[in-house]
């Protein structure tokens, strides 16, 4: 999470996350202990991401044709929401259940329909190729040997449907010396562009500027954006 929002937003995960968020501390790499160490992260806040959908996601989805959307790290839903209120069959997942209840909350308030789903990305076990898009925004997805957290990603992308994977550029040694961030812990655009292979069109690789003035990522000024259509 920067999760997710153009402020930061709202996401989160080992599939929960951001790694915006891993600022506060080393997650740790057991399921268990993960959602504890999340939960406790939104407890301390009555509200930890800006509730804003992120600018990214929306400059990129704003002229697709609706469908079923994923929203991977959904934190506390400002994508989910922006996605559902845009006609878009919203499912969205996070780690922790204090920000699936504030992200549920909200969807009352706003009157949207979205299926919440309370599982890192790996441990949904999420139907194939059934998502006409897949957002990962600020994901803190943890890497493996077998690039598990990345081929679940790929996987879950309906031909002809999107992925829109965005994250902070790499922190330099003394930046993640700092704030407890291991960059090498968690899965960043470039690895998932390494496992594309032919049936994938990359539409968007850049680095491109952000503006955020609020929220737990607002330190932030660049993003990398990936944009990827799965051609079968």
Not at 25 to 47: H, I, L, S, V
Not at 196 to 221: F, M, Y
Request: a negative charge; proline letters at 5%.
């Amino acid at each position: 999470m920067e999760h997710t929002n153009d402020t930061s937003p709202d996401h989160a995960g080992t599939d929960h996350a951001n790694a915006e968020a891993a600022s506060a501390g080393r997650a740790p790499r057991d399921p268990g202990a993960e959602e504890n160490f999340w939960d406790d992260r939104y407890a301390d806040m009555e509200q930890l991401w800006s509730g804003k959908p992120n600018a990214t996601l929306t400059t990129e989805a704003r002229e697709l044709p609706v469908g079923r959307a994923l929203d991977v790290g959904c934190g506390e839903g400002a994508d989910a929401l922006w996605l559902a209120e845009h006609g878009w069959d919203v499912t969205a997942l996070d780690v922790s259940g204090v920000a699936l209840d504030r992200a549920a909350a909200q969807a009352d308030v706003r009157k949207v329909t979205v299926n919440w789903l309370h599982a890192g990305l790996v441990e949904a076990a999420l139907p194939q190729a059934s998502f006409d898009l897949v957002s990962a925004q600020y994901a803190a997805l943890l890497r493996t040997d077998g690039n598990v957290a990345e081929h679940a990603l790929l996987a879950a992308v309906a031909p002809n449907g999107v992925l829109i994977f965005v994250h902070h550029p790499a922190p330099t040694a003394e930046e993640a010396a700092n704030h407890g961030f291991h960059a090498d812990d968690y899965v960043g655009p470039a690895q998932v562009a390494a496992l594309l292979d032919d049936s994938w069109q990359i539409e968007v690789d850049e680095t491109r500027p952000r503006h955020v003035a609020t929220g737990a990522g607002s330190r932030h000024t660049h993003d990398v954006v990936l944009r990827a259509r799965r051609l079968r």
